[in-house]
Each structure stands twice: as structure tokens, then as C-alpha cells.
Nanobody, 127 residues
């Protein structure tokens, strides 16, 4: 059974850091393009950061460039989103996603391109 299970969300003060984890089961994450998306109250879900299966190409939304880092640990079949210098506008439910493409170089930035999704984890940035 294909599954993505997220963890690491929570409440953090502005300027703080969090690391989100997303453990995959039922498939080998190393062969998949992966991404992190978020949805704030009253807003559409947006792509935050995505990376190709080869890890050679990445995408970051302008709002998170220089603060967030996407990565994966193939040995643990897990993907991560390191979030530093968090701001109140980063408050949202964060989702991990994965999908397979034969082109390992492609980075996918829109939600309709992804087949597998995590359940979401709440991140709240507030003092």
C-alpha cells in the first residue's frame, strides 16, 4: 500500500525553525519526483518546494527562497523540508507529495502533477 506519512509540524515563534518529515512506504522514494505544498486558510494550495528524482533540479517559491530547503534520505525512504526564519505568513497546512516520471530530471511544481499525497501537518508561526 502506497503511503506518505508526515510529521514535524507545530507551533513556532517568528524567526524559528521547523523540519517537516514525510516517510514513504509501498514504493521507493528515490525514483520519484517529490514536492511540498501548503494551504493557508481561505487560500488555494500552493507549491512551496519541489525536486526532481535525480535531485539535480529544484524549485522554490519566491516567498521561501533562502529560508526553506527540500531534501530526501533514500536510505530512510523519507523526504524533508527544513524551514528556517519562519514568518507568520508561513502558517498553513503542509503536504508532501510524490509522483513517478520516466524523466528523472523533471521537477514538477503543480499539484495536479502529483499522484501520492500525505495527510498534511499544521505549521503555525505566531508569537
Amino acid at each position: 500500500q502506497v503511503q506518505l506519512v508526515e510529521s514535524g509540524g507545530g507551533l513556532v515563534q517568528p524567526g524559528g525553525s521547523l523540519r517537516l518529515s514525510c516517510a514513504a512506504s509501498g514504493f521507493t522514494l528515490a525514483y520519484y519526483a517529490i514536492g511540498w505544498f501548503r494551504q493557508a486558510p481561505g487560500k488555494e494550495r500552493e507549491g512551496v518546494s519541489c525536486i526532481s528524482a535525480s535531485n539535480s533540479n529544484t524549485y522554490y517559491a519566491d516567498s521561501v527562497k533562502g529560508r526553506f530547503t527540500i531534501s530526501r534520505d533514500n536510505a530512510k525512504n523519507t523526504m524533508y523540508l527544513q524551514m528556517n526564519n519562519l514568518k507568520p505568513e508561513d502558517t498553513a497546512v503542509y503536504y508532501c507529495a510524490a509522483t513517478y516520471r520516466t524523466d528523472s530530471m523533471v521537477v514538477l511544481t503543480t499539484e495536479d502533477e502529483y499522484d501520492y499525497w500525505g495527510q498534511g501537518t499544521q505549521v503555525t508561526v505566531s508569537s
